[in-house]
């Protein structure tokens, strides 16, 4: 008689991701978890058996999408009661057991420091042990010791097929953030700031090098903050730059996100150095004005932050620099909008990131401002604003016509992906070493080499080219002897 083997059915996980690079390697860390508890990734909500959001808690809109999605989910879940239903990230840690108030049908309540324990709190979910929720401590909710370790997310598992592309990875070497800027909620969602061990780092950027990844983004919350003491050795993000840069395979580094204070001579003069070091830099800098800098905590003025444009400028000349901005926060009036104008048009940035302001329960600024900026005007300014920065971003990307460009190929774009196009002949994408994106007609061949590309066209957003080819110099035949 044959021997009879039991096979278990592999489980199903949808995972949908929303808000900033931080998530979308908490993702990528939490699927490659799951994955050793038996796990498969599924595009299907229908054919999940477990359906998971990583939120984002820093606009008001990310959150009501959320809720939104959940409550269409209702009827599944009556349907399906077997179904586990998941919040995790920043709103999960905010809201709390609102998410089972508002959604008593959400079985799992996680916030960004407890992600390691989501196949523990599956299990329990799955044993009958009803709903489930592991947050981190408050801000003071016991010693900082305790705090900073509730908060702590630093599982070294990743998943390369939660990638951008397979040659690009995100590498967390600091969470939280003690800035306390007064709109902002993630000092409260994300803990308190602490920095990576360097040795953790480089050990986790050898593995990522040993999965064919070519290029290494870091994150922090601002990440040219990066600290970490040991003994009497301090290292800061420069350091780590430097051990990073001699692993074989990674071919380009970059850093997000800057805090402009931060932003000292010795990094900027280590990025230049460093050939590997994009030579691109994102620093936000919210407003133009003193005053809205000052009600928002910023803890900069406007001064402090030409003189570091200045700085990125005489040390790195041809780097890119793009920002944040938020209109409408409270108090803003047109003079203060019209110094935001100036200092983008003066500061002329690869492009900005521009957001209208929006009450966050539980920062200072809701405590302490009214929001009295209609709703109307912070359209109008948002799109004033994003107007501008289009105009610049469209002039600065002119000037690329005729140039060569190195970029690093990262798959089909998404207008080739919208066409259906089957390659291996398509349109591709890739961004420059300033992180321009190019597109061009190219081989799926191509993909995750470094290419030089001639531009040919540009607008606001994009450069367009052509693969650069080498020109042959003339065969020289020897003469005939006589």
């Known amino acids: 008689m044959g021997q009879v083997v039991n096979s278990v059915e592999t489980k199903k996980l949808y995972i949908e991701t929303v808000g900033c690079q931080m998530n979308v390697l908490d993702s990528e860390m939490v699927v490659a978890s799951l994955r050793r508890h038996g796990y498969d990734l599924t595009d299907s909500i229908d054919r999940a058996d477990t359906i998971l959001f990583n939120t984002c808690s820093v606009r008001e809109h990310a959150e009501e999408k959320v809720y939104n999605h959940l409550a269409q989910l209702k009827r599944m879940k009556l349907a399906f009661p077997q179904k586990t239903i998941g919040v995790m990230g920043c709103m999960a840690q905010k809201d709390q057991k609102q998410v089972f108030e508002r959604a008593p049908?959400?079985?799992?309540?996680?916030?960004?420091?407890?992600?390691?324990?989501?196949?523990?709190?599956?299990?329990?979910?799955?044993?009958?042990?009803?709903?489930?929720?592991?947050?981190?401590?408050?801000?003071?909710?016991?010693?900082?010791?305790?705090?900073?370790?509730?908060?702590?997310?630093?599982?070294?598992?990743?998943?390369?097929?939660?990638?951008?592309?397979?040659?690009?990875?995100?590498?967390?070497?600091?969470?939280?953030?003690?800035?306390?800027?007064?709109y902002c909620i993630v000092p409260m969602t994300r803990g308190p700031e602490q920095g990576r061990s360097p040795e953790l780092i480089v050990a986790e950027a050898r593995e990522l090098a040993n999965q064919g990844c070519k290029e290494i983004t870091f994150l922090g919350q601002t990440v040219n903050s990066y600290k970490y003491v040991n003994e009497d050795k301090t290292t800061r993000l420069a350091d780590l730059l430097e051990m990073v840069h001699e692993i074989d395979g990674i071919e380009r580094l970059k850093f997000v996100t800057?805090?402009?204070?931060?932003?000292?001579?010795?990094?900027?003069?280590?990025?230049?150095?460093l050939p590997k070091c994009s030579t691109y830099l994102h620093v936000p800098a919210q407003s133009g004005s003193d005053e809205i800098l000052k009600r928002m905590k910023r803890g900069y003025t406007v001064a402090d932050y030409y003189a570091?444009?200045?700085?990125?400028?005489?040390?790195?000349?041809?780097?890119?620099?793009?920002?944040?901005?938020?209109?409408?926060?409270?108090?803003?009036?047109?003079?203060?909008?019209?110094?935001?104008?100036?200092?983008?048009?003066?500061?002329?940035?690869?492009?900005?990131?521009?957001?209208?302001?929006?009450?966050?329960?539980?920062?200072?600024?809701?405590?302490?401002?009214?929001?009295?900026?209609?709703?109307?005007?912070?359209?109008?300014?948002n799109n004033q604003l994003l107007a501008i920065q289009n105009e610049i971003s469209q002039e600065d990307n002119l000037a690329f016509l005729g140039q060569s460009v190195q970029v690093l190929v990262e798959g089909p774009s998404k207008a080739s992906i919208k066409r259906g196009e089957p390659g291996p002949l398509r349109q591709l994408v890739g961004r420059t070493q300033c992180d321009r994106i190019v597109v061009w007609d190219g081989n799926e061949r191509q993909i995750g080499q470094m290419l030089n590309i001639v531009v040919h066209d540009a607008n606001a957003h994009t450069l367009f080219g052509t693969v650069e080819t080498m020109e042959l110099a003339p065969e020289v035949f020897p003469l005939p002897s006589v």
Do not use: W
């Open 258 to 273: 800057s805090y402009p204070k931060d932003m000292t001579a010795e990094l900027l003069r280590t990025v230049r150095d």
């Open 308 to 381: 570091m444009m200045d700085r990125i400028h005489d040390i790195l000349p041809g780097a890119a620099v793009s920002s944040d901005f938020i209109v409408g926060f409270c108090g803003e009036t047109d003079h203060d909008f019209q110094q935001t104008v100036e200092l983008v048009r003066r500061c002329r940035f690869k492009n900005s990131f521009i957001f209208k302001y929006s009450v966050r329960p539980g920062t200072r600024g809701a405590e302490l401002y009214q929001d009295d900026v209609p709703e109307e005007i912070k359209a109008l300014r």
């Open 105 to 182: 049908y959400v079985d799992l309540v996680v916030g960004p420091g407890q992600l390691h324990r989501i196949p523990e709190l599956l299990q329990r979910i799955e044993a009958g042990q009803g709903q489930q929720m592991a947050v981190s401590l408050g801000r003071r909710d016991g010693s900082q010791e305790d705090i900073r370790r509730s908060h702590e997310t630093f599982d070294p598992l990743r998943d390369p097929t939660m990638r951008p592309t397979p040659f690009q990875a995100y590498l967390r070497i600091q969470i939280g953030c003690d800035k306390f800027c007064t």
